[in-house]
Every structure is written in structure tokens, then in C-alpha cells.
């Protein structure tokens, strides 16, 4: 079925994707109740292009990034790559969907075998699906290695003798091994020195432009994810609330949240003040289901019909075909934004 892939139609497609988990309480650990931790996601990546997925601490973007390797079981939706059923795939044909989608984990020393060499490390994807020996793997995992930015000489150095960012390079090259078509990067770069950062941004670019990879790209910070992406999606507390090309979200942002993540980054001018969040919810705590846009009681904007009735994304961009927004007042939003740069 992969083979026969129409390259024109998405690599990825995830439609109406829900993660619910259980809550219980007691010994018995009786069910009383469950949590969603994403509600009805839905969005699509082309070959070649970086989707990213930007939101804070809890919003459900990991839980997205497991939904999608089925290492948690999805509650409602649909997951297809390549057009193959990721969600109904068993056995050998799971096997081989995972062989074309990998993850790049977020802490570069927790995600490697501190008993096993960066050799054995790299190599283990091949060893695994084409039953070589690590001696025939040998050159294949220099080669890697030198794509990544490493030496040869490190094939047999263990990752407490490498630095952070040397071990992310591990992590990128341990993913190209089984040659994926998607990417998966679970903030590969929160962890790094920020001059590290750029080195590993500037290396899944250029790996990208030469081998035609698509990325999923997962973080917190809106300012790195523009640098890499082509479209982004802002998450909150489960859900998709704004939507569109990196560049006009990050330019035109129509959503409070997107507003205020992009008032967060820091900024060299003193009398730029970011303008505060109401922290009378918690980042990570989620308003109870069924009352309306889970971001009021945080928002400025808000109003009684955002509090009973919950916004569906829709395209309010104008010319803008594909920035969507989930705002009962995107346009009083946008006017303000229009306002404020003016003064």
C-alpha cells in the first residue's frame, strides 16, 4: 500500500483525533470520571514540509506526538500515512509504518543506552530490519554520522563522553537510520544551550532540503518553531486554536493565546513590556468540559458567549485561505493587534 502512495495527496493526515485518559480514585481505583488531553486535533503534513506544533507545559502536544506511533491507544479519530490506517494497523504493517515515521526525543541523554556505544546505538534500526551484523553496518553508520555532524572516531565513545548537543546528533542520526519519510521532533532543542539550539535547528533545515523529509515539530517556544516551520498550529488544552502559515500567524495573530505567546518572547527593547496572563487558571489546568472556550478565563477578550459556547476554527483571514482561528472574537482581536502596531 506504501508504494502505491499519490505523492500529491498528504503524507499525514490526522482527522478528529481524541486522547482520553481515565480518572479514578481509592484503592480499587474505581473509574469516576476521564480527562481529555486531545480533543478532536485535526491536521495534515505534505512530503517536504514541517508542520509546528506550538503550546505550553500540558496542552496534550506529546500526547499527540504517542498518538501517532500508537504507543497510547487514540479514543476517537482517524491517523493515515501514506493512506495506510495507523489506528487499525497490527503486527508486521505497524511495524513497517513505524519504520517510516521516527521520534527525536526531547532530552538527548535520557533517550540513549548509556551501556551501549554510538556505533551500537545508530546501527540498532538497521541490525533490526535487515538483520545485519554491526560489523556490515559499519560504514552506513559513519556515513550517518558524518551527515549529522559527527566523526568516526566517536563510533565507539558512549554518550556520557559526548556533550548535549553531540548526543542530539546521536538521536537525529539514530532516527535516519531506518531512512523515514517523517520526522517526529518532540522539542529536540529544550534542553540545549541556545547556541547549540541554532546548530541543531540549521542541521534538520539542511536535512530536510537534502533528503526530503517532513517534520512534526513540537515545542513550547512560537519564535523557534517559525524558524523551521511552513504551517503552524497554536494549541491549548487539547485543542487546535489557531492555525495557518508560520509566517502569518506569527505576523497577524488572531487568537488572545497566539497574542500572548508571541508577547512572551523576550525582547531587547525595555519600554516593549509583554502584557501578563491572568494566572487565576494555571497553565496546566483544564476548565471544566462543556463550559465554553477553554481559554477564558485567562482572556481579556471575554465574554458570557464565551463562557457557553465552545468556538469551532474557521477561516476569518480574509485573503488568507488557510490561517484559521477558534475565537468568538478573532475580529475584535485582530483590530486591536491592528491598533496597537500603529501607535
Do not use: W
Not at 554491526?134 to 566517536?154: K, N, S, Y
Not at 524558524?227 to 487539547?238: D, T
Amino acid at each position: 500500500m506504501i508504494d502505491r502512495y499519490d505523492p500529491t495527496s498528504p503524507l499525514l493526515r490526522v482527522d478528529g483525533l481524541s486522547v482520553d485518559y481515565p480518572q479514578t480514585c481509592g484503592v480499587l481505583r474505581r473509574r469516576v470520571g476521564q480527562i481529555s488531553a486531545v480533543d478532536d486535533v485535526s491536521f495534515s503534513i505534505h512530503r517536504g514540509r514541517t508542520l509546528g506544533l506550538v503550546g505550553e507545559s500540558g496542552c496534550g502536544k506529546t500526547t499527540i506526538a504517542r498518538a501517532l506511533f500508537k504507543l497510547v491507544e487514540p479514543t476517537r479519530g482517524r491517523i493515515r500515512f501514506e493512506e495506510v490506517d495507523v489506528i487499525g494497523a497490527r503486527g508486521r504493517v505497524l511495524r513497517g509504518l513505524r519504520r517510516h515515521m521516527q521520534l527525536i526525543f526531547q532530552d538527548p541523554f535520557d533517550s540513549l543506552d548509556p551501556r551501549m556505544t554510538v556505533g551500537e546505538i545508530v546501527a540498532e534500526p538497521i541490525l533490526i530490519a535487515e538483520k545485519r551484523t554491526i560489523r556490515m553496518c559499519r560504514p552506513d553508520v559513519i556515513a550517518l554520522l558524518e551527515q549529522v555532524g559527527l566523526q568516526a572516531a566517536q563510533f565507539g565513545r558512549y554518550p556520557h563522553e559526548l556533550s548535549g548537543g553531540q548526543r542530539q546528533r546521536i538521536g537525529i542520526a539514530r532516527a535516519l537510520a531506518s531512512k523515514p519519510r517523517l520526522l517526529v521532533c518532540d522539542e529536540p532543542v529544550s534542553a540545549l544551550d541556545v547556541s547549540v539550539q541554532a546548530q541543531i535547528l540549521n542541521l534538520l533545515v539542511d536535512l530536510q532540503a537534502t533528503l526530503g523529509l517532513s517534520y512534526l515539530f513540537i515545542s513550547h517556544d512560537l519564535a523557534v518553531v517559525r524558524h523551521v516551520s511552513h504551517h503552524v498550529a497554536v494549541m491549548y488544552q487539547g485543542r487546535i486554536v489557531e492555525t495557518g502559515p508560520a509566517d502569518d500567524v506569527c505576523r497577524t495573530p488572531k487568537h488572545p493565546y497566539t497574542i500572548a505567546l508571541l508577547e512572551a518572547v523576550p525582547v531587547v527593547d525595555s519600554r516593549r513590556r509583554p502584557r501578563r496572563l491572568d494566572d487565576r487558571v494555571g497553565a496546566g489546568e483544564r476548565s471544566a468540559q462543556g463550559t465554553g472556550c477553554a481559554f477564558h478565563p485567562r482572556c481579556r477578550f471575554a465574554t458570557d458567549r464565551c463562557r457557553q459556547s465552545v468556538p469551532k476554527l474557521d477561516n476569518l483571514a480574509g485573503g488568507d485561505a488557510d490561517h484559521y482561528v477558534a475565537c468568538h472574537h478573532a475580529e475584535l482581536v485582530q483590530t486591536e493587534m491592528r491598533g496597537n502596531q500603529m501607535r
